[in-house]
T-cell receptor, first 111, second 113 residues
């Protein structure tokens, strides 16, 4: 079993749709949960960061963590063409002292 | 713009050669991380330096090495290059050296022919 599994996509949605991106993980030691967005030919940029179970909202983005099920999600409301990118979930634990990334989900939002 | 700079943007070289990739962290950041991103392997952590000292190692090949200089910039050296080394190489930085929040540079695209 892989340490992190991310829905591969690609996802193609119309503008204005609600998008759900998901990752599961197997390592209970993960303490911090992140979502990075990566535009084509660019470096990943940190989008959301959380360390507890529950929801965290930032504008049109909501990060959800369920530690008991080892599942994290990123919701994008009112999706825009500018949201078209690859989204990477990432996990960190002090024991590893490194970020573990999911394989990424490519999202395309069409007008 | 994350504030992390990487040079060169693109590098094309031949098998067996050696190249050096350069990274300047955000102003004030002490820690630098190197990653390799390929289509089949995703984003893989290679190595971390904190204030000039190696802090953590990931899936870094013996043919690869890195260092962080007193001015905190870092270089990743790739030698005896193989076709499979073709990838995007990213540098990231943060202040504390705890890996949780990292700021990525624009990357260097390496093509080995």
């Amino acid at each position: 079993q892989k340490e992190v599994e991310q829905d591969p996509g690609p996802l193609s949605v119309p503008e204005g749709a609600i998008v759900s991106l998901n990752c599961t993980y197997s390592n209970s030691a993960f303490q911090y949960f992140m979502w990075y967005r990566q535009y084509s030919r660019k470096g990943p940029e940190l989008l959301m960061y959380t360390y507890s179970s529950g929801n965290k909202e930032d504008g049109r983005f909501t990060a959800q963590v369920d530690k008991s099920s080892k599942y994290i999600s990123l919701f994008i409301r009112d999706s825009q063409p500018s949201d078209s990118a690859t989204y990477l979930c990432a996990f960190w634990s002090g024991g590893y002292n490194k970020l573990i990334f999911g394989a990424g989900t490519r999202l395309a939002v069409h007008p | 713009d994350s504030g992390v700079t990487q040079t060169p943007k693109h590098l094309i070289t031949a098998t067996g050669q050696r190249v050096t990739l350069r990274c300047s962290p955000r102003s004030g950041d002490l820690s630098v991380y190197w990653y390799q991103q390929s289509l089949d392997q995703g984003l893989q952590f290679l190595i971390q330096y904190y204030n000039g000292e190696e802090r953590a190692k990931g899936n870094i090949l013996e043919r690869f090495s890195a260092q962080q200089f007193p001015d905190l910039h870092s270089e990743l050296n790739l030698s005896s290059l193989e076709l499979g080394d073709s990838a995007l190489y990213f540098c990231a930085s943060n202040f504390y050296g705890a890996s949780d929040t990292q700021y990525f540079g624009p990357g260097t695209r390496l093509t080995v022919l």
